[in-house]
């Protein structure tokens, strides 16, 4: 399970991770009686100690200490990247243009594991997620919003444009993606609303 953040500034998933803690592990517990893992662990980078903290009393709280393990792992980028992940953990390489199924392993962020929670359990389709509002925002904030609200509504929500922004990003500032219509509306992938500051070149 990947709750490493995988960009600068986004905290989406450490946020997650804080407040459906118990939803994450039942959702990742479903995902292991589907599929039988000889082992399943969680990946959480140690600048959120936290939410390392906050699980490791779940799992032992819900009787889940001999199913999953935490593995606390550094914070730098691209840490959060599946084959990163992948190889730090257990020395496999993915193949070139392959998936992590060819190396045996299945890897699903906290995110998805909440929602698997909610469907199954809840009966709930996936038409909401926590998105990152950060950068030259006025009050930065990790929003629970519905598929489909405009970027411009929640950049208003956290108090509008905080000085001059240069774009807005959807993602982290690295593989992020320029969105220079605040009408587009959050989807599915959207975990971060970034705007960029204007600063002058020196």
Known sequence: LNGCECE????????VMLEYGKKVLSGLSIVRKVLSPDTTYIAI???KPDAIDHLKSLIVAMGFKEDFKIIPLKSKYPMGAEKTLIGTILNREVPIGGLPLDVGVVVHNV???????DAIFEGKPFVERVVTVTGAVKNPKNLLVRLGIPLRSLIDYCGG???KASEVILGGPMMGIS?????????????CVLVQESRPIR
Do not use: M, W
């Not at 600068?8 to 946020?15: E, F, M, N, V």
């Not at 995110?111 to 929670?117: D, G, H, L, M, P």
């Not at 220079?180 to 975990?191: Q, R």
């Open 111 to 117: 995110s998805t594991a909440k929602a698997i929670y």
């Open 8 to 15: 600068p500034y986004i905290t989406s998933d450490h946020r």
């Open 179 to 191: 969105q220079p219509d605040l009408d587009f509306p959050v989807t599915k992938g959207t975990s």
């Open 161 to 163: 444009i905080d000085g």
């Open 45 to 47: 980078e140690d600048n």
